[in-house]
């Protein structure tokens, strides 16, 4: 492959004062030096990404498959997309052991009451449709505004604004010395995400190694204090819109990269070293992987769909046949959902609740003082399964018999 440049690195002072060195272990305050280098990213103006025929024949392909599973989805009659969607914030956090049921992060999109790690990966989900409904290209501000709603949950006074501070990658809680990585200064930030935002915006590369690059480009950068990695997958799907890769809906590309975080983070230090070839591959095997994910999820989801519709018995129109594809985009509801969606009164979504659960579609969520929410379980299990490693792998295994 063609010569990429690798970051460059500068010597920063690091000044502590002596009451707080004092508070730092003796063994770790020796290797506390009053320097520390950080890393330069590299400009990204007037490079091109290089590609072998090999490369650029498989990128094509995956593009084409990418573009049919897309269009596949958008004529079907339950929001596949909505749940994919789920699928890829669920792995995407995973990736930062970030863990909850499907259904307490279904709850956390209508109730407080959801556990704390409900309540961030719900954000992420978010996040996700913030980066999607984005007008125009990639921008700071847009990038901003995407960190701002992952971290929307939380306390954080930092969410959506661009870090002031050094932060790093591995080592210690005391200083960058025995870090992983350090990514640059806070006062090259700004410089260096506009560089990043103009680069996206080029017609002449291929777009799903363009995606890659900027991922990694973006997890260089660091911007913020907290988030990155997160807001960076966000990235992904952002670019793969922007440049019509997948116009209606997104794929579970996060769940192709949780199957080997290792690689994935090995694939991320290369680039920084230089090679962009393995976040490139990288992001093409993740995309393989989700491709299988996303259709097989889809012939789940029309099977049980199919089902839930034979057991509803109303008259052709009832407002009930509405409420299966409503479960497929919130798969726990309660009352003033299922009115404010369908366009019913309350005690009329009660009812329909009701029937659904009669008709085992939904059940009573726990106790009543959690707010009588209902969950459609076929879905939540369906969620929980593509969700975690164990579960994915079934699933492609699946695919081989």
Known sequence: MATWPAIGSEEVPWVRDD????????????????TYRAAIPVSLEGLSVPLTPEQTERLADIRARLARFDEQQARLSFNVPSLLLRNESAASSQIENLTSSARNIALAGLSESAPKNAQIIAANIDAMRRALALPGGLTPEGICGIHKTLLGRTD??????????????GGTPY??????????VAKRVPRCLDDLCRFAQIDSADPVAKAAIVHAQFETIHPFIDGNGRTGRTLLHRMLKIDG??????VPVSAGLLHDIDRYMQALSSYQQGDPEPIIDQLADALDSAIVIASLTSARVAEIDDVWRERITERAG???????ALLWEQPVVDSAYVAQRLGVTRR???????RACSYEILRPLGRAQRGD?????????LLDEISSIAGI?????????
């Open 175 to 184: 200083s960058p010395h025995e870090a992983l990585f350090v990514p640059p």
């Open 373 to 381: 929410f209902y969950q459609a379980p076929d879905a939540v299990d």
């Open 245 to 250: 890769v997948l116009a209606h809906g997104t």
């Open 348 to 354: 009329a979504a009660t009812d329909l609740i009701n």
């Open 19 to 34: 009451e707080e060195l004092m508070l730092v272990p003796k063994a770790r305050r020796r290797k506390i030096t009053p």
């Open 156 to 169: 954080a006074p930092f969410a959506g604004r661009l870090r002031e501070e050094q932060v790093w990658v």
């Open 318 to 324: 009832a407002k009930i046949h509405e409420l299966p």
């Open 393 to 401: 792998r079934r699933l492609m295994a699946s695919n081989g018999r």
